[in-house]
């Protein structure tokens, strides 16, 4: 005799084992507890069940979906697959990509509860926080993202078919090697338009086609030259100088590339812009997309559309991820972005809906109004992880996190624990936290200053130096050779003190033999 176990009315599901049908039931609940329940605002979504292998794949190209070739992508991918077969990594449960739709790719490994689970993350606390924030409407272009990755890739892909591969990587490995220097830091009055810059291209080859002419090589170059005659501040004025972003002033000014680099340069730039907000906001994206799971799947049990077994599993996932070691643990390697942001937004929550007296003291704007999902969606909306942490981060989750700071001066054999909880530790805390997550401390501040193109077109760059801490002089050279193929001349970098303005180390790589070709 054959036992059936109905599955009790109400539940969405039941076990372990996941189908498409169910997915869709998941989504659906998920969705009205996000939207109604929450006033979650999302892009359309699109989830995509995919295989361990697929999961490595996206690792190795950045987790995009389209994305042209390069060999450090399957580098990439051969050691992440060798550390997974044994045993050594896991794989992340989900990728999801700022684009809309916004793609959520969800392993077919997980259970249906962890499907559940990545489901809320990503599709709806990612999604939420890619379409809300100011600093990816600012600098990215979700609608265009992906038709402008189709349109890299098949560029790129032409190039190598007429220019050869070999040519094609070495211009997109100097590229690469200057990428984190190589975006716009200050947002534009227009906000980024990728089907535009595709537009742009299309007419910058077709004027390029139409007026070449190569008669005009045949021409006598004059022997003087007005730019010669400049003062050096005129040069660097009429060239924009200085120039942080150091891909768009080679792609714009590089006196030996072609048409075809420069538009490496420009797809390796627009791609490093896309990834800018995310490097800024990494802390309150993961506490925006943990608080938001751990939300539904709380409704959800409250609501009996899952048992007990499935959220123990989810509990029992969840706190992993949000797990944070003591400072003195084996184990502890910084602080855990998901456990930090998390805490952060339920300490928010808390403050709005029953502050202590020291609330109302520190959040006077918050404290009492009652409202957390709302404080929540607007500090999602408006902050990037150092501005939320100045702003957020309070006494209570201080002594509950049991935060602190350590002087640690090279001189010194001692480290010494200079900051305890009072009012003026609380702060200086705060403040030291912050800068942790300020790029403007975290990457090197390299800018163009000064280049003669009519003279020996000698490229100078300077590295304002921070706290002291000198660039490594073998990693310097390689990145400057890179720059020197780019560039086709002399490439000259001073690392300055940003405080005495005195020159403390000095860089230099002579012109490449050959170029770029």
Excluded at 165 to 191: C, S
Excluded at 376 to 394: C, G, I, K, P, T
Aim: net charge negative; aromatic share 10%.
């Amino acid at each position: 005799m054959t036992t059936v176990i109905a599955k009790p009315e109400g539940l969405l599901y039941q076990g372990a084992d996941w189908d498409y049908d169910k997915i869709k039931r998941v989504y659906d609940a998920i969705d009205t507890i996000a939207s109604k329940e929450m006033g979650l605002s999302t892009y359309p979504n699109q989830i995509e069940v995919i295989t361990a292998e697929q999961m490595l794949d996206a690792y190795s190209s950045i987790g995009m979906p389209l994305m042209y070739k390069h060999w450090s992508f399957g580098k990439h991918f051969a050691r992440d697959e060798m550390l997974y077969r044994k045993g050594l990594r896991g794989l992340a449960y989900e990728i999801v990509i700022n684009s809309s739709p916004c793609i959520s790719y969800i392993m077919e490994e997980n259970t249906m509860t962890m499907q559940t689970l990545v489901i809320a993350h990503a599709a709806f606390g990612h999604n939420h926080f890619f379409k809300n924030n100011q600093l990816f409407l600012q600098w990215t272009d979700a609608e265009g993202i992906l038709d402008y990755l189709e349109f890299a890739k098949s560029f790129i892909s032409q190039c190598e078919d007429r220019y050869g591969l070999p040519a094609v990587e070495r211009v997109l490995d100097a590229a690469h090697a200057i990428m984190n220097q190589g975006v716009h830091k200050y947002p534009k009055k227009r906000p980024l338009d990728l089907r535009l810059e595709q537009k742009r291209e299309r007419e910058r080859q077709e004027y390029q086609e139409q007026t070449f002419n190569d008669l005009w090589r045949t021409v006598p170059k004059p022997t003087g030259s007005r730019q010669g005659s400049r003062s050096a501040s005129e040069r660097r004025k009429l060239l924009g100088l200085p120039e942080e972003n150091l891909l768009y002033f080679l792609e714009k000014k590089a006196p030996r590339l072609e048409h075809w680099q420069r538009e490496l340069l420009r797809i390796v730039r627009h791609i490093a812009q896309y990834f800018y907000p995310q490097k800024q906001t990494k802390l309150m994206n993961e506490g925006c997309a943990t608080y938001t799971h751990y939300t539904i799947m709380n409704r959800l049990h409250e609501k009996g559309m899952i048992d007990e077994g499935a959220m123990l599993e989810f509990l029992h996932s969840h706190t992993s991820v949000v797990f944070q070691p003591e400072f003195d643990d084996p184990r502890f390697s910084g602080i855990n972005p998901y456990a930090l942001g998390f805490a952060m937004m339920q300490d928010i929550q808390r403050i709005c809906e029953n502050p202590t007296d020291e609330d109302r003291q520190w959040f006077p704007d918050i404290a009492g109004r009652g409202d957390g999902m709302g404080a929540l969606r607007e500090a999602w909306a408006n902050y990037r992880d150092e501005s939320f942490v100045l702003q957020y981060l309070s006494p209570h989750l201080i002594r509950k996190l049991k935060l602190f700071s350590v002087r640690d001066d090279s001189e010194d054999p001692y480290l010494l624990v200079d900051t305890i909880h009072n009012e003026r530790g609380y702060r200086q805390i705060r403040r030291m936290l912050a800068r942790q997550y300020d790029l403007g401390y975290l990457e090197p501040d390299i800018q163009v200053v000064d280049v003669d193109l009519a003279g020996d077109r000698k490229l100078i760059l300077n590295h304002r130096v921070t706290n002291g801490v000198l660039l490594d002089e073998a990693d310097a050279k390689a990145v400057l050779r890179h720059i020197a193929n780019l560039w086709g001349y002399e490439v000259q970098l001073v690392e300055v003190s940003s405080v005495s303005e005195a020159v403390l180390k000095e860089h230099a790589v002579t012109a490449p033999s050959a170029a770029l070709t």
